[in-house]
């Protein structure tokens, strides 16, 4: 199976897209992303979908201004509408994070998708950023949740996210550019450990390599596990909320008793949902935040409050855990 029938089958394997829809590409100019055009334009038919790609330019690089003409040239020898935005015309740019970076990113990607009236907008991100992305997060600290790593569809602000390349290797996608002779821009920071990615790329991916020569199998592995454990976890605690939950668009009251019978990962998972359904998702709310609301129901009076991220308050009533805004 060459690489575009690999992911044409797990696109249609994982339901990423239906027919006729409308794809915002998410094209930076890298490898990852140049393949993901051009594996998109060749299966659109098979796919019956339309193509719109999007470039956003961060101005943090000499290079930026390159990498955006040659995604310009790229959708045009594709003959792809494309969407470009930049951050020039702003005197005294700050340097942005990597996170900030992304949330721009992905605030521009959005609103493309609204714009073209897009069903989705699709990343390149492969299995290497998978197994970055959990090792990240095993160094900063997680759960079930985080050890999922990246999913290949995830509904975030209103707008589908997929990723059809989350099984593909990177170094299966740099043979392929060079078998079909495809060019691509070089990010010259990814080759420096300045940024905790770079740093777990090019520093403990390597020495973890040398302890077990299937690290990345291995790591793949557990985030399919915890993947498939999280989504029973969560079903069950769904099903639990529909039980034990009085709910408006402003406020979730969780019956304390079904809350006190129930197993602490789904008591947990409920406290997550219950924030998810007012704010929209999970971001922000830690351990911490949960475990605290678990001490607050176990020993706090009646009238006790726990002040949890996004103005979201908790507060413990006689038979309820009052969520609210």
């Known amino acids: 199976m060459d690489l ?14 239906k027919p006729g829809s409308l794809l915002v590409l998410g094209v930076s100019g890298g490898a990852d992303s140049v393949f993901l055009a051009h594996c998109l334009h060749r299966l659109r038919h098979d796919l019956s979908v339309r193509l719109h790609i999007a470039h956003f330019n961060h101005q943090l690089r000499k290079s930026s201004d390159r990498d955006q003409k040659f995604v310009e040239d790229l959708a045009r020898r594709l003959n792809v509408p494309i969407t470009v935005a930049n951050r020039r015309g702003h005197p005294g740019l700050p340097k942005l994070s990597e996170d900030a970076a992304r949330r721009k990113r992905f605030a521009f990607f959005a609103k493309v998708a609204v714009a073209t009236r897009a069903q989705a907008v699709v990343l390149a991100h492969t299995a290497n950023d998978l197994v970055e992305t959990v090792l990240m997060r095993l160094l900063r600290g997680t759960g079930l949740y985080g050890l999922r790593g990246i999913l290949a569809q995830r509904r975030m602000g209103g707008i589908t996210f997929i990723r059809p390349l989350i099984g593909v290797t990177r170094s299966s996608i740099e043979s392929y550019l060079r078998k079909h002779k495809l060019d691509h821009c070089t990010d010259e920071t990814n080759a420096r450990p300045v940024h905790l990615r770079n740093k777990v790329r090019l520093e403990l991916i390597p020495y973890l390599a040398r302890l077990n020569p299937n690290i990345h199998s291995v790591l793949v592995d557990m985030a399919h596990t915890a993947l498939d454990d999280y989504d029973y976890l969560e079903a069950q605690a769904r099903q639990r909320l529909k039980e034990s939950v009085v709910s408006s668009p402003q406020r979730v009251k969780i019956r304390i008793k079904n809350f006190r019978m129930s197993h602490p990962s789904i008591r947990r998972l409920l406290l997550r949902l219950a924030f998810e359904r007012l704010t929209g ?39 309820f855990i009052e969520i609210h805004l």
Request: proline share 4%; glycine share 6%.
């Open 4 to 17: 575009t029938s690999r992911v044409l089958f797990d696109i249609r394997n994982d339901h990423l897209v």
């Open 281 to 319: 998702d999970t971001r922000q709310l830690t351990r911490a935040h949960v475990l605290g609301v678990e001490d607050m129901v176990n020993s706090g009076p009646n009238g006790a409050e726990v002040h949890w991220p996004k103005s979201v308050i908790v507060a413990r009533t006689r038979n």
